[in-house]
């Protein structure tokens, strides 16, 4: 199995009403794609960190194998995820990929 991890950073331009809409939307647009994505096994977003957090969002999913997480990168419903739910809301991304 492989894990895919990622941590957000939302814009500081938003407001904290808007930063709960915007987290709301990518919790729902992501785990919306279980079931969806050949591989995917498990897809779960956290968006409510504890204040000693430093980041707003993150996503934890597991993958049958590194050739699904491949081409999870590329599904289209994914990348439609992403590009209306994410990227525009995020002024910084880290993540890591092992095998669990």
């Known amino acids: ?10 814009k500081d331009e938003y407001t904290a009403e808007q930063k709960e809409e915007i987290k709301r939307g990518i ?4 785990e919306g ?8 096994l498990e897809i779960r977003v956290n968006v409510n960190p504890l204040a000693s957090s430093n980041c ?9 194998d ?11 419903e ?4 992403a590009t209306t739910k994410v990227r525009p809301f995020t002024a910084s991304r880290v ?4 095998e669990a």
Do not use: N, R
């Open 27 to 30: 919790k729902e647009g992501l």
């Open 95 to 98: 993540c890591m990929d092992y």
């Open 33 to 40: 794609l279980q079931g969806k994505i050949p591989g995917l």
């Open 1 to 10: 199995m492989v894990k895919h991890v990622i941590l957000w950073v939302l």
């Open 78 to 81: 994914h990348v439609a995820v």
């Open 56 to 64: 707003d969002v993150m996503l934890d999913s597991t993958f049958v």
């Open 66 to 76: 590194e050739a699904s997480l491949s081409g999870y990168t590329v599904h289209p």
